[in-house]
């Protein structure tokens, strides 16, 4: 009687397992609350943004690529000039990217690190060509580096000008992706490693790198992304020759003007296809790299 009693006891004061705060999902059905309508607007406004700006027009693009059927489609994309313009635009681009991966990571590193006179000047001249019209900067490269160059070198009608038209303009990609990630970097792991004898080589290839390398690739993915579609900055110092240094833009924009609209549509959706291809690549890598940290925490 007395077990009976006090078990009673126990079970008459056990306090109640504690609420669940009002609007979260029940832990019993895993239910997500009912859409509120601000919140059902919100999406609304976003969705209908979206298809007005990007949806619609890629849909009509696409559309107008395949006026000619698939037939058409893969022989306006296989045409031999159209096939060179795209493998000047890619190996270009993929020089480009490389290049910033390497200089706009270095260029990173001292505006973070090093204190020098000019600096703040230095650090708003990495955003100049989001503000300069491309065009402007296709002008000044040509004045610099064309047939009359001030410093002896010629680069127009070249590779070697298009690649530096197109570092000058995806270079702030680079930069401003790894700017924030070096600031936030924990100096405390790299003095440790100091401490036990580490080198400043093997310290920045251990320590530094493995944290710098999500953001220097997505910031090497967009400038890639940019300079694949880039025409204004390569539209005078390029010389537009074809298979020599005309890109796609370039040959897309020579389609238009001859009157092959639909050829010039199904170049860009096959341009439009590569950018897309490498933005997914980025995100499908990042959100790899994100599970893999959480895993390992």
């Known amino acids: 009687m007395t077990t009976t009693t006090i078990r009673r006891g126990e079970r008459a004061t056990a306090s109640p397992p504690p609420s669940q705060p009002a609007g979260a999902p029940s832990s019993r059905t895993g239910r997500r609350p009912a859409a509120t309508p601000g919140r059902t607007l919100g999406l609304g ?107 002896g070198l010629t680069l127009n009608a070249t590779r070697w000008g298009l690649v530096v038209a197109l570092a000058f303009v995806t270079l702030p990609f680079v930069v401003r992706s790894v700017q924030p990630v070096l600031i936030e970097l924990d100096h405390e792991v790299e003095e440790a490693a100091a401490s036990l004898g580490a080198s400043n080589l093997t310290t920045f290839r251990r320590v530094v790198l493995p944290t710098l390398a999500p953001a220097v690739i997505g910031g090497t993915g967009l400038a890639f992304a940019r300079a694949v579609g880039e025409y204004g900055s390569v539209v005078l110092i390029g010389g537009n020759i074809p298979r020599e240094t005309q ?10 003007v001859i009157d092959r609209p639909v050829n010039a549509a199904a170049v860009s959706v096959a ?17 790899w790299t994100q599970r893999r940290e959480a895993k390992s925490t």
């Open 45 to 151: 406004v976003v969705g209908l943004w979206l298809s007005v700006i990007v949806l619609l027009p890629l849909a009509a693009l696409t559309a107008h690529a395949f006026e000619d059927g698939l037939a058409g489609f893969w022989e306006a994309v296989t045409a031999p000039v159209a096939v060179a313009a795209l493998a000047v635009t890619l190996g270009v681009s993929a020089v480009v990217a490389v290049v910033n991966a390497v200089m706009g990571t270095l260029i990173a590193w001292v505006l973070v690190r090093d204190d020098f006179p000019g600096k703040r000047v230095v650090n708003a001249l990495i955003d100049l060509p989001f503000a300069l019209p491309t065009i402007v900067a296709s002008i000044v490269l040509l004045s610099l580096y064309g047939p009359n160059s001030p410093v």
């Open 247 to 256: 890109v796609v833009s370039q040959y897309i924009q020579q389609q238009i």
């Open 271 to 287: 341009l439009l296809g590569v950018s897309f291809l490498t933005l997914l690549a980025l995100r499908l890598w990042s959100g």
